[in-house]
């Protein structure tokens, strides 16, 4: 069952895309070019799998961070990228998961610690 909802990830991920709005344009920060950690899949007590390395984030990108979690809160998958009109999103619910959503843009590679 976690294969065929790993499988819809690329779904989700759409779905953040069309629920998110972009940065302020007001914000000097949105004009700078910041390099972000990329990492498509990280399962719990692991390295990187797949995607490892660093993406440019570009003037209308943020770095982001997400990550999914079974009901009972135990983490089950974490990914990182570069994503335009980028969105943080609390606790949506996916199936038997719920899902977190982190952006930034303050400094290099800060969706490391996020």
Known sequence: MDKLLLLGLPTLLCYFKA???????????????VQC??????FPGE?????????IA???????VGRIYKNDGTPWLTFMD???NCADV????????????RCCRSHDLCNEKL
């Open 90 to 101: 609390d606790n949506i619910s996916w199936s038997i998961y719920r899902v977190n959503y």
């Open 37 to 42: 950690r990329m990492c498509h899949l990280q």
């Open 58 to 64: 570009t003037t209308d990108e943020a770095c982001a």
């Open 19 to 33: 629920l998110s709005g972009s940065l302020p344009e007001n914000d000097h920060l949105a004009w700078e070019i």
């Open 82 to 84: 570069c994503i335009k």
């Open 47 to 55: 390295h990187c799998s797949k995607g490892r390395g660093i993406c």
